[in-house]
């Protein structure tokens, strides 16, 4: 019964990713005459930008920023094109409600006002609450199997997953940390360092879900699992910031190692009689339902909140409910052990 309603989640999930097109926004003859002018004369309209006096030099961007100019020249670059898009895209927003339409996308993103000069405010604040989230679980995490729960002769925890989930965190709060830069500002750097730590966290969090629970604990099966998963997020990300920044091809990747470990969770909180597996089942299910926010994807409320948003802040309760099954999985491990050790 479970199965098949993953089944059919995978298929409208796999549907859905292939009806995700090309923005209308950027496609807009308007639009891009605007931007073209824009990025030629640095003026949209009475606005002009300093910074755009550099871009009609003829800089040619298509070399890989490390092949470049120095890069705060990169920068300046980035800061025109992102200032041109910008209000051009106010422009044409505000042509388009005068015709009474709705908004459209522009290069993947709805049209965000800027607050205080960051691109989607929302996004911001809201992967910073996640960052602090993951910081007090991780922490707490540490607190409790050093200082509150037995230790080894060697000062080492009992618990044989503690490193892994060391890791786990360093890696989340890596990737909310560039979720917010990227959030703040898109350009291409940014862009590709978010996406870059997403699929690490994505890749690394499918191999503790097989490692913790298949119950793997010998050093070799570990090597063994974890090898081929390492080597594929490895080229993944590989070809994503040296090849070609594929949002299709990186969206069904992600989907698919996402779902695996949901499938893999939720199984193994069925069979298995953990005492905490209710905050499995309630995180497995909060995170598939917080998924279909990302497919029901409404354009901003008052230029700020979007669906994308709204996403960001369903993972913060589910974070903290997340950390503190870590710390009852250690817990619960420690004293099993430690029972069998007598
Ligand atoms: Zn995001």
């Known amino acids: 019964m479970v199965d098949r309603y993953w089944v059919a989640f995978l ?10 097109d ?3 926004g950027d496609a807009d003859p308007h639009y891009r005459s605007c931007l073209k002018q824009c990025e030629e ?29 120095p890069l705060y020249l990169q920068w300046k670059h980035w800061d025109c094109q992102g200032d041109c898009r910008y209000y051009c895209m106010l ?3 505000k042509e388009r409600e005068s015709l009474n339409k709705g908004p459209v996308k522009y290069h993947g993103k709805w049209p965000f006002v800027r607050v205080y000069g960051i691109q989607e405010s929302a996004s911001v604040a809201f992967s910073a609450l ?16 050093y200082y509150k729960l ?3 002769d060697d000062k080492k925890a009992y618990y044989e997953y503690a490193t892994l989930w060391h890791i786990y ?26 996406y870059s730590s997403a699929v690490a966290l994505l890749g690394y969090s499918l191999i503790l879900a097989i490692l913790r629970s298949f119950n793997i604990r010998d050093e070799a099966t570990r090597v063994m699992v974890t090898a081929p998963l390492l080597a594929f997020v490895t080229t993944h990300i590989l070809y994503l910031n040296f090849y070609k920044l594929d949002y299709g091809w990186n969206m069904k990747v992600c989907v698919v190692i996402a779902v695996a470990q949901l499938l893999i969770w939720a199984i193994w909180a069925g069979v298995s009689l953990h005492p905490s597996r209710w905050k499995l089942w309630f995180v497995v299910v909060g995170g598939g339902l917080a998924m279909l926010l990302e497919i029901y994807d409404f354009p901003p409320y008052q230029g700020l909140l979007d669906a994308h948003a709204v996403w960001h802040a369903t993972t913060i309760p589910l974070t903290y409910l997340w950390w503190s099954f870590i710390r009852d999985d250690a817990e619960y491990r420690t004293s099993d052990l430690l029972k069998k050790a007598k």
């Open 41 to 69: 004369t640095g003026c949209v309209g009475q606005r002009c930008f300093l910074q755009c006096k550099f871009a009609s030099n003829g800089v040619s961007t298509d070399r890989p920023w490390y092949m470049q100019e």
């Open 91 to 93: 422009e044409r927003e």
């Open 11 to 20: 298929l409208v999930l796999a549907w859905v990713v292939g009806v995700l």
């Open 130 to 145: 996640n960052l602090a989230v993951h910081f007090h679980g991780w922490l707490s995490f540490f607190i409790l199997l």
């Open 150 to 152: 037995p230790l080894k």
């Open 169 to 194: 965190g360093l890696l989340s709060m890596n990737s909310w940390f560039w979720s917010a830069v990227f959030h703040s500002r898109d350009v291409d750097l940014t862009e590709k360092l978010d």
């Open 22 to 24: 090309a923005s209308a």
